[in-house]
């Protein structure tokens, strides 16, 4: 397992020990959690940015009801 150090200045080590508290975590839980949870968001928007520039070249929606009754629903 590997460690890593953050510096912080006191104003945002008191936020994350308040907030680590409040959630019933460890610190590192605490900023483990939130950095992956900052990665999952990273990749959601490049996905959406993806697809949305795929649309965007063709620009065809369909409806709830007309993609139930593609796939047989």
């Known amino acids: ?3 890593l150090s953050v510096r912080m200045n006191s104003a945002e080590y008191g936020a994350l ?3 680590a ?3 019933n975590v460890s610190m ?3 900023l483990k ?3 992956f949870e900052m990665l999952e968001d990273q990749y959601d928007i490049e996905a959406f940015d993806k ?3 795929e649309y965007l070249k063709e620009p065809v929606a369909y409806t709830l009801e007309e993609v139930n009754k593609h796939l047989g629903k």
Request: glycine share 0%; no cysteine.
């Open 17 to 19: 020990q308040k907030f």
């Open 51 to 53: 697809a949305y520039a």
């Open 33 to 35: 959690d939130a950095f």
């Open 28 to 30: 590192n839980k605490a």
């Open 1 to 3: 397992m590997s460690v």
């Open 21 to 23: 508290k409040a959630n």
